[in-house]
């Protein structure tokens, strides 16, 4: 089955990190993205991770990747309040070819 | 040019209107993507274009009918729309490859409001 989730919401102070979690189903992903939205646009990609990887990281972003649990995280250093926005994390859903399956979003919130 | 290009970014229409929405890149992928995505939810996969050929609908209506006339261009042509087909219509680009990776990048959107 294809199912990504994601907690809806998370609200932090500007400075601080932020932590945004996703659960995934499909143990043959081998590619999972980190999307961006902020309100009436786009999606930005931010980052991806190959399934064999545990970590990586791009500045102010770390992707940690616990394969066995199939949970994967996005941290983000620093966060600002230009980091406000909707964040998506994504797989590819291996019984289609270029399907992505997205969770359903986590809004975040930086007050200053 | 790293850009997703889609027009017209709002449309409003009544249901027994015709229109068009396109997008545009120019980054040499074949692969192009329709998204259909309502309020406070994630992007749903309408349709894939692979090498200019429909390779993935997804169970659309045929009131929505894409076209994919070249290696950069997409279209989807609108035809007795719902009003619950209000939403963001967002395309999408990425290489073809073989290593499973498949990073799609989007462009702004169109707002389309059915009346």
């Known amino acids: 089955g294809e199912d990504v989730e994601q907690s809806l919401f998370l609200s932090v102070r500007e400075g601080d990190s932020s932590v945004i979690n996703c659960t995934y189903t499909d143990s043959s992903s081998t590619y999972l993205y980190w999307y961006k939205q902020e309100p009436g646009a786009g999606l930005q990609l931010l980052t991806y991770i190959f399934s064999n990887m545990d970590m990586k990281q791009d500045q102010r972003l770390t992707v940690l990747l616990n394969k066995k649990d199939k949970h994967l995280s996005l941290r983000i250093a620093d966060t600002q309040t230009g980091d406000s926005a909707i964040y998506f994390c994504?797989?590819?859903?291996?019984?289609?070819?270029?399907?992505?399956?997205f969770g359903q979003g986590t809004t975040l919130q930086v007050k200053p | 040019d790293t850009e997703v290009t889609q027009t017209p970014k709002h449309l409003v229409m009544g249901m027994t209107n015709k229109k068009s929405l396109k997008c545009e890149q120019h980054?040499?992928?074949?692969?192009m993507y329709w998204y259909k995505q309502k309020a406070k939810k994630p992007p749903e996969l309408m349709f894939v274009?692979?090498?200019?050929?429909?390779?993935i609908n997804e169970s659309v209506p045929s009131r929505f009918s894409p076209e994919c006339p070249n290696s950069s261009l997409l279209n989807l042509h609108l035809h007795a729309l719902q009003p619950e087909d209000s939403a963001l219509y967002l395309c999408?680009?990425?290489?073809?490859?073989?290593?499973?990776?498949?990073?799609?990048?989007f462009g702004p959107g169109t707002r389309l409001t059915v009346l």
């Open positions: 980054m040499g992928h074949r692969a």
């Open positions: 274009y692979s090498y200019e050929k429909l390779s």
């Open positions: 999408a680009s990425s290489q073809v490859g073989t290593s499973g990776k498949n990073e799609q990048f």
């Open positions: 994504a797989e590819i859903w291996s019984g289609n070819t270029g399907k992505l399956i």
